[in-house]
């Protein structure tokens, strides 16, 4: 079965390590629409970090989707209707910011409106994700946090800090959500059934597709649940090690529009 929809992570992918798209990015995901594919942006980011790149790809036209916080939210680019919106219960929340307090790690809350945070010193990564983003960034205390509807919580904090805090979470936190390493100094904290795996083939039976009509193109440890749920998993050259173990193909790097060999070379061949 020909491939209909492609779904592809952002930072370490997409884009180059200046954060641009190559021409020859645009250029074939131009073909692959014309050609009828489904081209899907799936990332940890929230919708307003996903704006400007889905106008740049033209990807903002009606009948395209887009898969946000690592499955999240998984929503119509031109309506905004949503299909998929899975939040965090306030005793979650509670429970990830005390732990965080306990390890010593700096923590952030997402909800579509922003970013919020319990620590009165704003850690640097919390300002990162701010401007990777494009969200605000509120200080509320725990109290406060009652009435948000959070989408994931995150654990940020130089590398050897982090890893630190990971080495001692609790065995519960892995039975109660899904924890996944995005970048050496983010650590996402989902609900269970999040995962940018379950949101992309939720979207192909939506499509009536099946996972053989699926590629998944990533790179980290977030990819992971896509690309093992797809028929058609692409990792790129810079992409993690251990996630290379489950590619069905290696592409090019992202600073050597890898993307746009991928697609041409098993999508559109």
């Not at 209909?4 to 641009?20: F, K």
């Not at 909800?111 to 319990?118: N, V």
């Not at 499509?207 to 028929?231: C, F, H, P, W, Y």
């Amino acid at each position: 079965m020909s491939i209909q929809l492609v779904a592809v992570d952002i930072d370490g992918t997409l884009l180059t390590s200046n954060r641009e798209i190559t021409p020859e990015v645009f250029a074939a995901v131009q073909d692959a629409k014309a050609a009828g594919v489904k081209i899907v942006i799936a990332t940890g980011r929230p919708i307003a970090g996903v704006r400007q790149l889905l106008s740049d790809l033209q990807l903002n036209e009606a009948g395209n989707f887009v898969v946000t916080f690592n499955g999240g939210l998984v929503q119509d680019t031109v309506t905004g209707q949503e299909f998929i919106k899975e939040t965090m219960s306030y005793e979650d929340y509670l429970d990830i910011e005390v732990q965080s307090r306990k390890l010593g790690v700096h923590m952030h809350a997402i909800t579509k409106e922003g970013i919020f945070t319990a620590n009165r010193n704003i850690g640097k990564y919390t300002v990162h994700e701010s401007n990777l983003v494009q969200m605000p960034i509120f200080y509320r205390t725990p109290e406060e946090m009652h009435n948000k509807e959070i989408v994931k919580m995150m654990y940020i904090d130089e590398p050897d800090i982090l890893d630190a805090a990971i080495a001692h979470l609790p065995a519960e936190f892995y039975e109660r959500y899904n924890i996944v390493k995005s970048a050496p100094f983010y650590l996402e904290i989902l609900p269970k059934t999040t995962s940018k795996g379950a949101a992309i083939l939720h979207l192909a039976e939506k499509l009536g597709l099946t996972k053989d009509q699926v590629m998944a193109i990533g790179d980290e440890e977030n990819d992971r649940s896509m690309l093992e749920a797809v028929g058609n998993p692409v990792v790129m050259e810079n992409g993690n090690p251990e996630i290379k173990k489950i590619a069905k193909y290696i592409t090019k790097s992202n600073d050597e529009s890898g993307v746009a060999y991928a697609i041409r070379k098993w999508v559109l061949k």
